[in-house]
């Protein structure tokens, strides 16, 4: 496990959702990102500061963020 005392400059940005509602699943497609096989970190930021709030998966039953893998083929 890797604790970060601070959190690591913020890359390139591969996708924006604007407003977002309570209680609603949203998407980004992260194709241009992951191009080979690896490991690939992901930073969810709020820059709006609107209140957003974002789960993990310790979160609540049935807010857990989820990973879906589409492959071509």
């Not at 709020?46 to 071509?72: C, F, H, R, S």
């Amino acid at each position: 496990m890797i604790f970060a005392i601070a959190l690591p400059a913020a890359g390139a940005s591969y996708g924006s959702l604007g407003r977002v509602k309570t209680n609603e699943w949203y998407e980004v497609d992260l194709t241009a990102l992951v191009t080979t096989s690896g490991t690939y970190s992901i930073r969810i930021t709020n820059p709006t500061g609107n209140g957003a709030d974002y789960a993990t998966k310790e979160g609540a039953a049935g807010t857990a963020p989820q990973l879906v893998i589409t492959t071509a083929g």
